[in-house]
Nanobody, 128 residues
Framework: QAQLVESGGGLVQTGGSMRLSCAASGSTFSSSNMAWFRQAPGKEREFVGDISCSGGITYYPDSVKGRFTISRDNAKKTVYLQMNSLKPEDTAVYYC?????????????????????WGQGTQVTVSS
């Protein structure tokens, strides 16, 4: 079984930066596609980006492309989300997720049901 714990959230001003971390336990991290999702109040959970097992391939939706970067350190069993040029609309609870059945990035948006392990989430608030 895999367990994921996010950290690094908090309050930042518009235009600021923040880095989130997701620490994993278990034996499947290095063979899992990892992703970040976010959910704002009253909104559906939104795909933010994913990364292949080796970290060589990433995919981002247009809403964050060029501002957010996903990376991973398999030795530390940790995946990161670097967020720059933050906007108020980025305010949400951010979740990391693992797809233990896939080692690749599919080069397309991912759906929540495709991931079998989830963290508890960390709040990111961007003030205007």
């Amino acid at each position: 079984q895999a367990q994921l714990v996010e950290s690094g959230g908090g309050l930042v001003q518009t235009g600021g930066s923040m880095r989130l971390s997701c620490a994993a336990s278990g034996s499947t991290f290095s063979s899992s596609n990892m992703a970040w999702f976010r959910q704002a109040p009253g909104k559906e959970r939104e795909f933010v980006g994913d990364i292949s097992c080796s970290g060589g391939i990433t995919y981002y939706p247009d809403s964050v492309k060029g501002r957010f970067t996903i990376s991973r350190d398999n030795a530390k069993k940790t995946v990161y989300l670097q967020m720059n040029s933050l906007k108020p609309e980025d305010t949400a609870v951010y979740y990391c997720a693992a797809d233990s059945s896939s080692c690749k990035s599919w080069a397309r948006p991912r759906f929540s049901f495709e991931y079998d392990y989830w963290g508890q989430g960390t709040q990111v608030t961007v003030s205007s």
